[in-house]
Each structure stands twice: as C-alpha cells, then as structure tokens.
C-alpha cells in the first residue's frame, strides 16, 4: 500500500490510504456542496460520524461559496474540527476548476492558521461525485498546500487521506515531485 511522508521545513506531509472519519487530527477537511446540509462521499461519511449535531451547526452558516471554505466542531468525530470547503465540478478545465481548487486548499489552511490548529487532514476534493481528473488534482493539492505552508506557521502535519490505493499513488508522486526523491 502506498504510504509516504515528507518533511518540508518544519511541517511534516503524509500521504495515507484511510477513512477519514476515524483520523485524530485537529481537523479534517470536508468535500461538501454549497448548501453544507451534507450528501453523498466523504460528505456522507463526515456527517454520519459526527452525529446530527454536525448538520446543525453547519445550518447557522448558511452555505459556502465554490472554492470557500468554513469551519466547524468534530462532535463525534475524533477530530475536533471540521472544514467544510466546496470543490468545483469538472466541467471541461475551462471554467476555472484549478484556480478553484486550488483555492479551497488555500482557505482549508488559512482556517487552520487563524484557529492555530496543528494538523489537518484532506480529502482528494472534487474527484468523485464532482469528476475533477485524479491526477490534476493530486497535483493542485500538493502543489497548494506547500506553497501555503510558510503562511500557516501552525501547521505541522498536515495529511492527504486517500481513499483508493491509485489516488494515493498520485498524490505520493505529486509530493515526491516538490519535495525530492529522498
Ligand atoms: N475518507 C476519505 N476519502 C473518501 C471517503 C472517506 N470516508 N469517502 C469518499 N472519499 P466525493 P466531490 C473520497 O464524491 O467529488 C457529495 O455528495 C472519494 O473516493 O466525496 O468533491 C457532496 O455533498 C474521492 O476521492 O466529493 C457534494 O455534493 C474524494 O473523497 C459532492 O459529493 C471526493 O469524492 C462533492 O463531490
């Protein structure tokens, strides 16, 4: 199974194959649609983990804009947040999908610097129900999440969650692409 973990200045980055409803991390990142009542995926799994008091809370916050992202309590999960973001569906790669993906792991990792969190843990956002290519994807994460790294000095580790053996595939050559062979 691949595994991989990287360190890039003082924050470490993992790629993992996991459910991520049962990882202890200070917050785990939701790939969810703009009304943020929950659905299907990882969205399904997230809420169903966390209990109805998920859904309530994410009530008050009245949506979240494609490519925005909002931050909410664990409850039943092991971890104590979640950040709730919205992926782009793929739509051909003309509509702007990069920057917007892009763009909901910029404001994942914004959160987690203004709430002083210390590890996160994402989902390949946007490539299933959504259909955003693997591989374009995996890139954009990585890619993202190291350039915004020194902006988010709270950020230690930080874990790309996998739910398939090619994803993490994908997302271990997009780190070992920026970070180096050894
Ligand atoms: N842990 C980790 N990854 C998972 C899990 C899990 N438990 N379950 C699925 N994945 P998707 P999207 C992976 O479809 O494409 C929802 O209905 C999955 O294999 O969950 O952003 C929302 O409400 C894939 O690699 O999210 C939206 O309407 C990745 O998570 C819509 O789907 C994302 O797949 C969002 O679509």
């Given amino acids: 199974m691949t595994t991989l973990t990287r360190r890039i200045g003082s924050a470490q980055l993992e ?3 996991a459910d991520i409803t ?3 991390v200070d917050a785990i990142v ?3 649609n703009t009304s943020l009542l929950g659905g299907g995926g990882v969205d399904g ?4 983990a966390a209990g109805p008091e998920l859904v309530a809370e994410c009530r008050t916050l009245h949506g979240c804009k494609t490519g925005d992202a909002k931050i909410t309590k664990g409850y039943r999960l092991k971890a104590a947040h979640v950040i709730h973001t919205v992926g782009p569906v793929w739509n051909g790669g003309t509509h702007g999908e990069d920057d917007l993906l892009a763009s909901c792991y910029r404001r994942a990792i914004e959160l987690c610097r203004e709430h002083k969190l210390t590890s996160v843990a994402f989902p390949a956002i946007s490539t299933g129900v959504y259909r955003f290519p693997a591989e374009r994807a995996a890139e ?3 890619r993202t999440t190291i350039e915004m790294l020194p902006l988010a000095p709270s950020v230690a580790r930080v ?3 996998c739910f398939s053996e090619p994803s993490a595939k ?3 050559e997009a780190l070992v692409r920026h970070s180096g062979p050894c």
């Fill in 170 to 172: 994908l997302h271990a």
């Fill in 15 to 17: 790629v993992i194959v």
């Fill in 30 to 32: 939701n790939a969810a």
């Fill in 140 to 142: 954009i994460a990585v």
């Fill in 45 to 48: 799994a997230i809420h169903r």
């Fill in 22 to 24: 049962t990882l202890g």
């Fill in 159 to 161: 874990v790309f969650c």
